[in-house]
């Protein structure tokens, strides 16, 4: 496969994973108890943040002469189905949602770790781009599990 044609892939990949976060966050929103203003906020605010990392990775995969993708994976509406059942189930709602919302974190990181394979050969801008996609990622992936942990010793 062609350079170009492997990088258009991953960052394809990394668009739906963006897409996935935004549905998944604005799920949390919902399932979150309205006077749980912090965690709306934070999770509005992750929303965001996927929304920007999707446009800019769109905008490379355009620049690249590739059509950028549109949806989410498979694997995210099964993720945001299993919220649904585990949140019905849980004694601490608050709880439930910053665990589900730390595993979509860490299948962040795990496509952000295969698109910065070296097999995939990305561009240096690109290459930069995503890494530093990855590391603000990681920072909201460290907040996510901070309130879990929190939480956890709230609920003891």
Not at 2 to 10: D, G, M, Q
Not at 91 to 112: I, P
């Amino acid at each position: 496969m062609e350079r170009n044609e492997r990088t258009i892939e991953a960052l394809n990949d990394l668009i739906k994973i963006n897409h996935d976060r935004v549905e998944g966050y604005e799920k949390a929103v919902k399932e979150t108890n309205e006077n749980d203003v912090d965690l709306r906020n934070i999770f509005h605010r992750m929303a965001d943040e996927s929304r920007n990392y999707a446009r800019e990775l769109t905008d490379k995969v355009q620049r690249l002469g590739g059509e950028p993708a549109g949806g989410t994976t498979a694997s995210g509406k099964i993720y945001r189905t299993w919220m649904d059942v585990k949140s019905a189930f849980s004694r601490s709602e608050r709880k439930s949602v910053l665990e589900e919302c730390e595993y979509g974190e860490d299948a962040a990181q795990k496509a952000y770790e295969k698109a910065l394979d070296p097999d995939n050969d990305l561009p240096p801008d690109v290459r930069t781009l995503v890494q530093e996609e990855k590391n603000n990622l990681r920072s909201s992936h460290d907040t996510i599990r901070n309130y879990r942990d929190m939480q956890r010793s709230a609920d003891r």
